[in-house]
């Protein structure tokens, strides 16, 4: 039987990484803020997102990309 090297993925490498956060933080409102995002650190409440959300969500798109 034929191995299958069949992999499904929205980012196969790092290169387009700060141009995904940039356009998150660019276009992304409060109103999106969760519970999920103060949990993670995105956000500090429910009305303010972090100042250090472009680095935040660099790092966790890196590590999907791994």
């Known amino acids: 039987m034929a ?5 499904f993925s929205w980012l196969d490498n790092c290169e387009a990484v700060d ?4 356009f998150f933080v660019r276009n992304v409102s409060p109103a999106y803020i969760s519970h999920g995002e ?6 500090i ?7 250090d959300l472009h680095e935040i969500l660099h790092k966790e798109i890196t590590r999907c990309a791994e």
């Open 3 to 7: 191995e299958n090297n069949l992999r």
């Open 38 to 43: 103060i949990l993670t650190g995105r956000a």
């Open 19 to 22: 141009s995904l956060a940039d």
């Open 45 to 51: 409440d429910d009305k303010t997102w972090s100042p």
